[in-house]
């Protein structure tokens, strides 16, 4: 089963430290976010990836410095293959979040 999930999940759920530390993975909750709901069919597993992100990044909620480019792209990378409703909210907000300007 394990060897069916996709690196960037797989690495989320066996990686902690490394994916905390930005090494190999996410550095916040919002990247956490992007990294694991990529490719995300149903609502079900789209909320126990939420999930894992809120328990690996409970504090990493906010972004100091924009990521570059703009949230449109960043929708369209992460959520091309998305059919989960619930996952392409999160990965809008997540994009808003990480590549909006103030």
Do not use: H
């Amino acid at each position: 089963m394990l060897s069916r999930i996709r690196p960037p999940l797989s690495l989320l759920l066996l990686s902690p430290a490394l994916a905390a530390a930005g090494l190999t993975g996410p550095s916040n909750y919002w990247e956490c976010i992007l990294y694991g709901m990529e490719d995300v069919k149903n609502d079900q597993v789209a909320r126990e990836i939420m999930k894992i992100c809120l328990a690996d990044f409970p504090d990493d909620l906010s972004v100091e410095e924009p990521l570059e480019g703009t949230p449109t792209e960043c929708i369209l990378k992460y959520g091309e293959d998305v059919s989960s409703a619930f996952a392409a909210q999160q990965i809008q907000t997540a994009c808003n979040v990480l590549y909006s300007r103030p």
